[in-house]
């Protein structure tokens, strides 16, 4: 375990941050676009401090087969492209929402009810968005 000291010196900036240009990115939109996934919005979350991520993906599917459908096809694309393996996935046994984190973008596929629910926009709602149809 790193001394304390060691943790305080490190900064935002020694991180290399990612855009709407990077490949992982790129993918993730291709992946859940080919899956039909609906109401597709990206925030951008890097100049919020609190914030865990650079980005979040947030798309939406009616039936919980497009939303595994959805949710393979990113792990595929990103893979493929990418050579990454998410770090961490939730949500994949009810798939009233699945959340897929790669560490500096998480992806956030959703049941209409559910994102209805938890309105992650309205929550982030200082981060600039984008919509990607």
Known sequence: MEPLS????RTKSSV??????S????AIIKAVQDKKAEHIISLDLRKIPEAAADFFVVCQ???TTQI????DS???????VC???PYKHEGRQALQWVLIDYVNIVVHVMHPDARKFY???EMWSDAASQIHE
């Open 68 to 71: 595994r459908a959805i949710c």
């Open 119 to 121: 309105k992650l926009e």
């Open 61 to 63: 599917a009616s039936s």
């Open 16 to 21: 290399t941050r990612l855009s709407r240009n």
């Open 23 to 26: 490949k992982i990115f790129k």
């Open 83 to 85: 050579g990454e393996a």
């Open 6 to 9: 060691v943790l305080q010196s």
């Open 74 to 80: 990113v792990e595929d694309e990103v893979k493929k």
